[in-house]
């Protein structure tokens, strides 16, 4: 079982999760937003060390062991992870190729202290299906889908996958609570003016206040109304 240490944010795999399935949707047209994302990515991808060394190289320096992350490989990633994504919301399954060698080698030391693992070692869209197919394994039977369809992972009882979704959520709900606030109140204009005709009614007719009494019916157009 990889243990996820990370020198920055992913700390565990519900952490990792949380940021691919925000990677997949964040708007990447500016520079500095590709930039971000560059340096989250390397933290993604370093993700899951067993040595907690090899992970802080791997987050600090300006790429991973034999890669250098340029912005179209940003792109290219969050491509691969929002196709994939679009078909498991379709109910299709997603397969992540990864063909990567894992690398072993004994502790540093004049005696045998154990062995540590290294980063894998492939191509990059392969580091990125081997990253996806882990954290989203972990934790695959939390994840929820948001009413705009985007799947993300709840904190508590969080319903949204963003606070855009939260406000549009909360825009229908105030005026939907207003819709049915304006029936309500011609509803109750209703009750009201057919309580004040009975009433008219019955003291036209000297009718006590029990008694019932019929309200006729007149097409609107017809000019007519009720005789009292």
Known sequence: ????????????????????????????????????????????LASGHF???????????AGLPGVSLEERDVLNLQHLARRGLAKLRNGKSWELPARLRYRLAAQPGRNFKGLIA???????????????AAVLAAVGSRIARCGCGEFFLPVKRQRYCSEACFESARRDYNREAKRRQRERDRARVRRQNR?????ARRRSLRLGAKSAVKV?????????????
């Open 1 to 44: 079982m990889k243990i996820f240490v990370s020198a920055e944010e992913m700390r565990t795999p519900e952490d990792a999760a949380r940021w691919l399935l925000t990677f997949a949707r964040t708007d990447l047209t500016d520079p500095a937003s590709r930039a971000a994302a560059a340096r989250r990515l390397r933290t993604f």
């Open 51 to 61: 040595n907690p060394l090899t992970h802080m190289i791997a987050t600090q320096v």
């Open 118 to 132: 290294f980063e894998p070692l492939g191509p990059l869209a392969d580091r990125f299906n081997e990253r996806c």
């Open 195 to 199: 309580e004040a005709y009975e009433r």
């Open 216 to 228: 006729g019916r007149f097409p609107p157009s017809s000019g007519r109304t009720p005789p009292i």
